[in-house]
């Protein structure tokens, strides 16, 4: 840890009463050890400073960081607002609904949601279209006996997402490093020179948008297609004041980006996770043999327990979007302190997915936990995909996609006498921001 924070900063400081976090760098400020060892930090911080904190992240400015349990409320309350995500990264944000409050919100959401509920995802028959994708793709992965997972999931999950959207795939890779470039508007510097993180994103971003703008005219010009972007096209059309197709396209944008990278590391951290323990694989080989089938609808899943299981307490260990952040309109008194109007807010889910004031033994990996639940399942354990003041709108796609992963994995391997096992180490290269996911390279062997 200290060797990501600046050892020329370690005065103690205070701003509006609340402590600074020593040790940030010029213009990067704690980003290192944001994006390499977020939970350490923390630890730290909490340790040293309790639980508010200023955190300097870089490009997207100072935020007051709160521990306190009470933060999670933050996200519903009517005097904060999600427009800091657009000022973040307004390329990669502006128009989305997750950056949008109050009306402009929910009628964007409005228009899109429909299609990713249960009955929607049941009626377009997405269950029958992943199952064949995915029994292919982990054939794949048993026949060549060792995969870099991430890699895969990543590929897979793009051409899933790409299949629901009704979009070609023939050139999945560009896509997926456009997606990587967009990625970087998040943390790059204002600075707009040929060759810097800002002027790659953008590119990616036009070129992503202009394709979209492509699928936009041909999904009204062939309306009677199937696919999520003629049932999302169709919707914002019906609308009752017209959204533009600006709009329309930023929303697709960020759907393709939710859908295949925050789906793609929860994806690959099951993987590693059954590779690491073997009493997990073993009670989900026993399910998948009793089911006998990749389920194809919502209503399959509750035949599937330890599957979903699987996915949930996955979730809760290894959320793909660790951090929420908010921007204060008016005053707030948050646990006892005051945050004073405009002030910028994160919330750290990751530390609230492991706090022992809401799980018990929150640092081991429980199945039973959710298998033995008696309890509704509460919104703090459903918003690790999303960044809006809801449960992420495609909550339900990814549950049943990787409850479908689990069944048809454990299918596919045993059938051939085989397990997944870890090749080479969990922690290093891990990533926290400006979403989580394991290592690039971390490879999985299956034998």
Known sequence: MDMLLNPLNRRDRLRHDIPVVP???????????????????????????????????GPAGHMVTCLDPDAIALLRHKDVSSALIEDIAPELFG?????????????????????FLPK????????????????????????RGDVTILRETGDLMLKLIFSLMGIPAEDLPEWRRKYRQLLQLIVAPPVDLPGLP????????????????????????????????????????????????????????????????????????????????????DALVEEAQRVGAVPTRHADLAECPVAEALFRETLRMHPPTPLLVRRAVRELRLGQRRIPA?????????????????????????????????????PADMLQFG?????????????????????????????????????????????????????????????
């Not at 994006?35 to 639980?51: F, H, M, N, Q, Y």
């Not at 929607?120 to 026949?143: M, S």
């Not at 391997?413 to 922690?427: D, F, I, Q």
């Open 342 to 378: 405009g002030t910028d807010l994160c919330i750290p889910l990751l530390h609230f997915s492991t706090s022992a004031l809401l799980h018990e033994a929150p640092h081991q990996f429980r199945l039973a936990r959710w298998l033995e639940r008696t309890e509704p399942i509460r």
């Open 95 to 115: 128009g989305t609904l997750v950056a949008q409050d109050g009306g402009a919100h929910r009628q964007a959401r409005g228009a899109i949601q429909a299609a």
């Open 120 to 143: 929607g995802l049941t009626q377009a028959g997405v269950g029958e279209l992943f199952a064949p994708v995915i029994r292919a793709r982990v054939q794949r992965w048993r026949d």
């Open 198 to 281: 800002l002027r790659r994103g953008r590119a990616a971003r036009d070129w992503i948008d202009a394709r979209l703008r492509e699928f936009v005219r041909d999904a009204r010009e062939h309306a009677a297609r199937t696919g999520l972007i003629n049932d999302m096209v169709s919707a914002f059309d019906r609308s009752d004041d017209a959204l533009c197709d600006e709009v329309l396209v930023a929303n697709i944008r960020l759907l393709l980006l939710g859908g295949h990278d925050t789906t793609a590391s929860t994806m690959a951290w099951m993987v590693i996770e059954l590779a690491r323990q073997p009493g997990l694989w």
């Open 387 to 447: 960044t809006g003041q809801h449960v992420c709108i495609g909550y339900h796609l990814a549950c049943l996609e990787l409850v479908q992963f689990c069944i048809a994995l454990a299918l596919t391997m045993h059938k051939g006498g085989a397990r997944p096992r870890l090749l080479s180490g969990v922690e290093k290269g891990r990533r926290y921001y400006p979403t989580a996911h394991p290592s690039m390279t971390m490879r999985i062997g299956f034998s």
């Open 23 to 57: 040790g940030a760098f010029p213009l990067v400020g704690h980003l290192p050890a944001i994006v390499c060892d977020l939970p350490r930090l923390l630890r730290r911080a909490e340790r040293t400073l309790g639980s508010h904190f200023w955190l300097d992240f």
